[in-house]
Structure formats: C-alpha cells, structure tokens
T-cell receptor, first 112, second 115 residues
Framework: KQEVTQIPAALSVPEGENLVLNCSFT??????LQWFRQDPGKGLTSLLL?????REQTSGRLNASLDKSSGRSTLYIAASQPGDSATYLC???????????FGKGTTLSVSS | EAGVTQSPTHLIKTRGQQATLRCSPI?????VYWYQQALGLGLQFLLW???????NRGNFPPRFSGRQFPNYSSELNVNALELEDSALYLC??????????????FGPGTRLTVL
C-alpha cells in the first residue's frame, strides 16, 4: 500500500532563500508523481508532474527530482518570494496507477 | 480555456441528509476524480470516473457514490450525512487513459459542513 510522507510539515524562510521540500513514498512502483500548491481554503494548482521514467522536471524557479529506487522526490524552489507562501503537496500513484496518494503537505511561509 | 468548475461553493446540511456535489471537467478531459480533504486527515482519494465508468474507488463507505454523465461532468452523492463528512471536496480532471493516471487539474472545491 502506497504511503506518502512530507518533511518538514512547516517551513519559514526569508525572501530570496533557495529551499528544498522533501517527499518520500513507500512503493517505488509508481506511475507518476505530482507536486501541487494549495492556498488556504482553495483548490490545488498543479506545479510539476514527473513520469516514472523521468528523473526531473523544471518550470521557472521550480525543479522537481525523482529517485524511485530510494522512494524520494524533492521540490527545489529558487529565490523564494512572499508569493510562494502556500502549502505544497506531493502525490504519488499507487502501483496500479489507479489512484493518487497524497502526503499531508509542507506549509511554506516566505517573509519579506 | 475554462478550468475545472465545481458547484456549489459551500453546502450546509444536517446529519442524516443527502448532499449532491457537481463537477465540470476541462473541455476534452474524460476522466474525473473526487477527493475529500478533511481537517487533519489530508487529501484522500474517493472515486475515479473515465468515459462514464467507475474506474477505481477509495476506502470510503458505500454511502459515498457518484456518476459521470455523457458530457463527462460528474456528480458526487453523500447519503446519510455524518458530522465527520464535513470537509472540502475537490474534483479533478485529466485526459483519459487506459494505462493509468494522467496529470490532474483541480477545481476550487465544495466546502461541505454537516451540522
């Protein structure tokens, strides 16, 4: 059974800092892994999707990596801004690729 | 291009009643997913519909049910509401796939409160 864990649960950084959010999953036989952003009380915004055959994806200041053998993914945010403040969620598919299993998220606060 | 839409935004019901939540996917998407985000429990997968068929179901009791219409919109029904059903219900859509899940795009959610 796929389980997804995100560490840390909360993170506070000053503006301009580079930071890394961590995600680990128990079943390495994933179909894909997605990173999302959620603002308070709102829906999810898809940030990056990494297929199982890929090692990383990049979008602007965001870079996500995937290491299936160790069951880990990281989201790297460069030059953080106050507008990056949100909860970041990692989700991995189950082995059959029929459900997306979410971690509980990392709540990021970037101060100006 | 319009994103995933959900209605209503907020819904208040009492214990024992039934709730109906609606979702319209992005144009061209045939898969619709439902998730529950209850306080302290995180996002949990509820249901996946593709081309009108239920493709997978999460670990929820049968009083959680749904359907997908020919235009690919979807409805989630929750019968015999309990206090712990209070949550944000999120709908997502993706291009259909026989092989597994494609990138999912989420709607703004319906906040269900059970009194």
């Amino acid at each position: 059974k796929q389980e997804v864990t995100q560490i840390p649960a909360a993170l506070s950084v000053p503006e301009g800092e580079n930071l890394v959010l961590n995600c680990s999953f128990t079943d390495s036989a994933i179909y894909n892994l997605q990173w999302f952003r959620q603002d308070p009380g709102k829906g999810l915004t898809s940030l990056l999707l990494i297929q199982s055959s890929q090692r990383e994806q990049t979008s602007g200041r965001l870079n996500a990596s995937l290491d299936k053998s160790s069951g880990r993914s990281t989201l790297y945010i460069a030059a953080s801004q106050p507008g990056d403040s949100a909860t970041y969620l990692c989700a991995a598919t189950n082995q059959a690729g029929t459900a997306l299993i979410f971690g509980k998220g990392t709540t990021l606060s970037v101060s100006s | 291009e319009a994103g995933v839409t959900q209605s209503p935004t907020h819904l208040i019901k009492t214990r024992g009643q039934q709730a109906t939540l609606r979702c319209s996917p992005i144009s061209g998407h045939t898969s619709v997913y439902w998730y529950q985000q209850a306080l302290g429990l995180g996002l949990q997968f509820l249901l996946w519909y593709d081309e009108g068929e239920e493709r997978n179901r999460g670990n929820f009791p049968p009083r959680f049910s749904g359907r997908q219409f020919p235009n690919y919109s979807s409805e989630l029904n929750v019968n015999a509401l309990e206090l712990e059903d209070s949550a944000l219900y999120l709908c997502a859509s993706s291009l259909g796939s026989l092989a597994g899940l494609n990138e999912q795009f989420f709607g703004p959610g319906t906040r269900l409160t059970v009194l």
